[in-house]
């Protein structure tokens, strides 16, 4: 507001005090104002009426020089202009004003605060109860009891989905979402399936931080909390929890010794054993020192037990190293064959890096004892189809031999090309992040992950000469990116990101257990992120068919298959640090 000063007879001592008067009433008000604006964000943290109270403190304070300039006006007898009292007047109505507001401001500051004591309260009584919330009063103060989640704007709905799921797996029962006004209608539509056993019918609007919502802070009495109901009894498989005590699991392999162990690779840099149902304390090998697990592809990623580990006791471990490249190394048992001995280690295969993602990283024997090896295209695409490089690409060594890191089988298809590796058995690759035989048909399967639009699944049956260019990057998929011509192998089956909404394919195994007769002879495989699975038959020479599978699931981020020495399939969550077996749902 701006008060015109005219010029009077008045002195100059006069015209400077009235001046200075109104800079103060202009200048308070304005404060005022902007302070009533900035409180009215969310981001200011109204933890309660006493914070309504400071505030109120801080803005008297601010009046205090403009009552002194008040009480010197008022002195001013027979010295009061008519602009002076002009001044006078409408300084102390804007006063009036303003006080009038930050007294109003108080009381719905108190009453929301009083609703919000009731409502934390409320909340922190509830037992087993996930609590997802943007409100800044309420996380901060949840007890360890109960896993908070502050969600703000820049979270996903895989954010919130991830937390729920690992509230599953840490025993929660309940799920309170709080503070729904960042869940736009797309939310709501995703909340409902986030797991098969819990079902959300109401959302509590709760914004009782901010007196800019006074209709959502009245509905912080509406609390509604949703039970778990029973899992789904038409769902024809489900997910039954093996082990959760690990850290950022990625592979699960078997030894083939007849003691059923279960070993587990984890990021860091450690094997763990899994043990008559048990995670045994100290790990089977570590290698934590060796290994760099900064990036999002790198760790530790896989493990390979020798064809005759029961005599040799010989592993191989694929990882990525200090210098960020892929090592491949090979490992001895120690006389407690609980425990690998870590001075053995021998790296055999080192390919340089310069990027943390596609590492690839499977390490497989075939029925013929040699090693298979998937690698990345180290986000180089071009090097997919370059024969002198060994990324992107299946290789296939003899590692058997103790003395030497490994020989060149002799019937490897590059074996004497010029300027090409004779390590590499298929190329053409992007991400081949999990491969696996088929234990009864030594038939190969490779699931290669996709780029922006569709992943995809190779197979080269047993009597495969290798040599297969699978495409990438001149292809996606069954797609031609650029025009360049280059005769590839098809992939069996491919998946469109739009049509699944997968981010990332993880392959399996073909099932050849005995617990799940119905799945006898698929090939199973997932998504990373949704943890969704389908299976892929073989009709006929030529014809391939793919089915999504239901299967109560708990699952936040699917990071590998695994198979035992029975054939029975399990999943890992790196997520979740949890191990799950596939059975059927009784």
């Not at 010295?79 to 303003?98: F, P, T, Y």
């Not at 040699?370 to 690698?375: H, K, R, V, W």
């Amino acid at each position: 507001m701006l008060i015109l000063i005219r010029r009077t007879d008045d002195s100059r001592d006069t015209q400077r005090r009235a001046r200075d008067l109104t800079v103060l009433i202009v200048g308070y008000f304005v404060l005022a104002m902007l302070g009533r604006a900035l409180f009215k964000r969310d981001e200011v943290p109204t933890t309660g009426p006493e914070w309504g109270l400071r505030y109120f403190l801080i803005v008297f304070v601010l009046a205090v020089p403009l009552a002194v300039r008040v009480l010197r006006y008022l002195q001013m007898e027979g010295e009061r202009s008519l602009a002076a009292r002009v001044q006078m007047i409408v300084g102390l109505g804007l006063i009036g004003v303003s006080i009038l507001i930050e007294m109003r401001g108080v009381q719905t500051i108190r009453a929301v605060g009083e609703q919000n004591i009731q409502h934390k309260a409320a909340l922190l009584a509830l037992p087993d109860t996930l609590i997802v919330t943007n409100d800044q009063w309420l996380a901060p103060h949840t007890p360890a009891l109960l896993l908070s989640r502050e969600l703000y704007k820049t979270d996903t709905l895989d954010d919130l989905r991830q937390w729920t799921a690992a509230a599953r797996a840490r025993g929660v029962k309940q799920f309170t979402y709080v503070s729904a006004t960042l869940l736009n209608d797309e939310s709501l539509k995703f909340i409902s399936p986030l797991d098969s056993d819990v079902r959300v019918t109401e959302i509590s609007f709760v914004n009782a931080g901010s007196i800019t919502f006074p209709e959502a802070a009245r509905m912080a009495t509406r609390l509604e909390i949703v039970p778990s109901t029973t899992p789904r009894p038409n769902a024809d498989y489900k997910l039954s929890l093996v082990e959760s005590g690990l850290i950022s699991p990625t592979y699960l392999a078997h030894a083939n010794d007849g003691t059923g162990r279960l070993f587990v690779a984890e990021k860091p840099g450690r094997i763990r054993i899994i043990k008559n149902n048990k995670l045994l304390p100290e790990p089977f090998l570590d290698i934590s020192s060796l290994v760099n697990s900064d990036g999002r592809d790198q760790g530790l990623l896989s493990l390979a037990f020798a064809p005759d580990y029961k005599t040799s006791g010989f592993l191989w471990v694929y990882y990525s190293d200090h210098n960020g490249d892929a090592a491949i190394a090979r490992y001895t048992v120690s006389p407690n064959p609980d425990a690998a001995d870590p001075a053995s280690g021998k790296i055999i295969l080192t390919m340089p890096h310069s990027n943390v993602i596609h590492y690839a990283g499977q390490l497989h024997f075939g029925a013929e004892g040699y090693l298979y090896i998937s690698t990345g295209d180290n986000d180089t695409p071009t090097v997919s189809q370059q024969l002198n490089s060994l990324l992107g690409k299946i290789l296939r060594i003899d590692a058997r031999d103790p003395l030497t890191p490994y020989r060149i089988p002799p019937d490897n298809p590059y074996l004497n090309q010029a300027n090409a590796r004779p390590e590499i058995w298929a190329y053409g690759l992007r991400n081949p992040w999990r491969f696996s035989f088929d234990r009864a048909t030594h038939d190969l399967y490779i699931a290669d992950v996709g780029d922006q639009e569709y992943e995809e699944i190779n197979v080269q049956l047993q009597n495969s000469k290798g040599g297969q260019n699978y495409g990438w990057n001149v292809y996606e998929g069954l797609h031609p990116r650029n025009t360049v011509t280059v005769n590839i192998t098809p992939p069996v089956i491919e998946i469109a990101h739009k049509e699944a909404g997968m981010c990332a394919i993880v392959g399996g195994y073909v099932y050849r257990g005995k617990a799940i007769p119905a799945l006898q002879g698929n090939y199973l495989f997932g998504d990373f992120c949704s943890g969704q699975l389908w299976t892929v038959r073989r009709i006929n020479e030529n014809t391939w068919q793919k089915q999504k599978i239901d299967a109560v699931s708990h699952l936040v981020l699917l990071s590998s298959f695994g198979e035992d020495e029975n054939g029975e399939l399990y999943l890992i969550d790196i997520q979740l640090g949890a191990v799950y077996q596939l059975i059927p749902n009784k």
